[in-house]
């Protein structure tokens, strides 16, 4: 081309995203000053020399090719040789004096971020996946992938692409993912968190975590294989932690020459098993489908002919298109405190992060589970103080009155309370080689609040390996094994204040700690408040002082007491020693 290579550099930054310039292997060029600003020029591929962007196929390919042509297949599919070395790339010397850093990260703060975690079997290809996606979005740097050229099981000049996310020694000698690997990646229209999870059985903690904070989850199905136990199991997962919009990517489309009833059959078999699932809130997830070949990079970043039945967008247009979840400020006021400050004997501030809501200076909050009420005198933060603040800022709160909160609390709008009760049922997936064990003790911790607690009943597990159709048959069994899923009913020895979790994650979850290992045995999601068997049955009886001296002599369950003397004492009829 005989523009300059100023011209180059404004032509790519103002089409990049509409073009999808099909060279993803620019991102083995020596480009330092690129990486440092974030952008890429255009080519100057000798394929596309003197062809202005009209010119160019909506696949990349010049007008005169065969409408099969693809330039991603023809780049990385190892099948059809090495993968060309690639041009320098040059920056000029007056773009790089105009530059605003300053200006540049503005931009990148004011964009919406989105996480979202991989999910499915193992050898599903999850980690290939996010190396590609990180490959063909240029978002690779030059020592990573020097570091993994001549490494991996593929094909002698093709990049094992999985490795960039498999940086674990046992990982790479397995060949699986075993920890959960977090990378970040921008394009020119969001920022991304990847959380890339295991599919190995063993490590289904692993992917449980990596998807509790995942705002959609790329679900990975093996076009040969089809639906697997695992997958089912993961696909369940996903759904019991409230995520919302689930891309089922169909991996390994080159191994079945990119057949459209394969697609269509796992398409099938996927919607019938996953609007199946007995699950609060299950209805409005919204399921996506894309054929994809992580290793060739088909409709990955780059739309593909091969798939040429495929109408859809890219797996990258679909995560660019989806909404992420955004905080409901609406919501009732929460916010659980982490510490108490002290630095003075003029300062007293509960800091926390807020869970849902907004909480303004005057506003009446309660601390649970004490109960008691005061007004909120400032919001501090780093920056200064604030007239109002809402999820998911970090705050510190000052109170008019000096009223007894420690580590633990939650606060919460005095007029929109959560339910307190010490039972309550969950759906529980099991963590631990060790068995569940009815009755045992645990120790329950529900955000920075840690209580001991028993699971007292199990109502019902999950069979995940039955067929499509007929999950609803629920197993009965006397505990849950690692990796197994049921409906519990769980006993806390100390009053809970919580959310269910389908109106709040952060106060509708907890995990179980084994006592004598310390070990996480269990993830919960609370479904629903219960009346636990102490409460049903026992029966107290408390004698109390009332104002100006007056005895009172209550009798009934606990919970009933408790309550009716925190009324007594709101109304200030109460002596305070009581």
């Not at 993912?177 to 920022?191: E, L, Q």
């Not at 955004?326 to 659980?336: E, H, K, L, S, T």
């Not at 009886?541 to 002599?553: E, K």
Request: cysteine-free.
């Amino acid at each position: 081309m005989s523009t300059s290579n100023n011209d180059l550099v404004e032509l790519h930054l103002e089409t990049s995203q509409a073009a999808q310039a099909p060279k993803s292997e620019n991102i083995r060029a020596k480009r330092e000053p690129e990486k440092a600003v974030g952008f890429s020029p255009l080519d100057s591929n000798p394929a596309q020399e003197g062809a202005s962007a009209p010119d160019l196929a909506a696949n990349g390919a010049p007008s005169g090719e065969p409408e099969a042509w693809n330039s991603n297949v023809a780049l990385h599919n190892p099948h059809l040789g090495q993968t060309p070395e690639p041009e320098p790339i040059h920056v000029s010397a007056e773009f790089a004096a105009n530059f605003n850093i300053g200006d540049y990260l503005a931009e990148e703060r004011g964009k919406d971020l989105l996480r979202f975690s991989t999910a499915g079997s193992v050898d599903d290809g999850k980690s290939t996946l996010i190396g590609r996606l990180l490959y063909d979005t240029q978002s690779v740097y030059d020592d990573q992938i020097q570091s993994i050229e001549g490494k991996g099981t593929t094909a002698p000049g093709v990049l094992d692409l999985a490795l960039l996310t498999d940086g674990l020694r046992a990982e790479r000698e397995q060949g699986i993912t075993i920890d959960v690997a977090y990378r970040y990646f921008s394009t020119a229209r969001r920022k991304f968190i990847i959380a890339d999870t295991p599919g190995h059985e063993q490590y289904t903690r692993n992917m449980a975590t990596g998807a509790s904070t995942a705002d959609v989850a790329v679900v990975l199905v093996d076009a040969r294989k089809g639906v697997l136990i695992q997958s089912r199991r993961h696909a369940y997962i996903t759904a019991l932690l409230g995520v919302r919009n689930v891309i089922v990517a169909v991996n390994k489309m080159d191994l079945v020459d990119y057949s459209e009833e394969v697609f269509e059959k796992i398409q099938q078999d996927f919607t019938t098993f996953f609007h199946d699932l007995d699950i609060d809130g299950n209805d409005q997830t919204t399921l996506h489908f894309v054929p994809v070949s992580a290793l060739a990079g088909d409709n990955v970043v780059h739309s593909s002919m091969n798939t040429w039945w495929y109408e859809g967008p890219t797996l990258l247009g679909l995560l660019e298109s989806i909404p992420s979840s955004q905080v409901n400020i609406d919501a009732p006021f929460r916010m659980a405190v982490q510490r108490v400050i002290r630095p003075n004997l003029d300062f007293r501030g509960f800091a926390g992060q807020i869970a849902a809501g907004i909480v303004r200076v005057g506003d009446t909050i309660t601390a649970l589970p004490s109960g008691k009420h005061s007004k909120v005198q400032r919001i501090v933060t780093f920056d200064g103080d604030l007239p109002e603040a809402f999820a998911p800022l970090s705050v510190t709160l000052t109170l008019e009155d000096e009223i007894d909160i420690s580590r633990g609390d939650l606060l919460v709008n005095a007029a929109e309370q959560p339910v307190i009760a010490k039972g309550f049922t969950a759906s529980l997936v099991w963590m631990d080689e060790t068995p569940l064990e009815l009755g045992k003790r645990y120790l329950l911790k529900q955000g920075s609040r840690s209580v001991p607690a028993q699971v007292s009943t199990l109502v019902r597990t999950i069979d995940l390996s039955e067929v499509p159709g007929q999950l609803s048959h629920h197993k009965s069994a006397a505990t849950l094994s690692m990796n197994g899923i049921g409906n519990v009913t769980v006993e806390a020895l100390q009053p809970l204040a919580f959310d269910t979790y389908a109106a709040n994650r952060h106060t509708g979850s907890f995990v179980l700690i084994d006592l004598q290992t310390n070990a996480t045995v269990a993830a919960g999601m609370i479904r629903k408040a219960e009346a636990t068997t102490a409460q049903a049955t026992a029966q107290i009886t408390r004698d109390i002082t009332l104002h100006p001296g007056h005895a009172l002599r209550l009798q009934g369950s606990e919970d009933a007491i408790t309550a009716a003397i925190e009324a007594l004492r709101n109304a200030g009829a109460l002596r305070e020693n009581d």
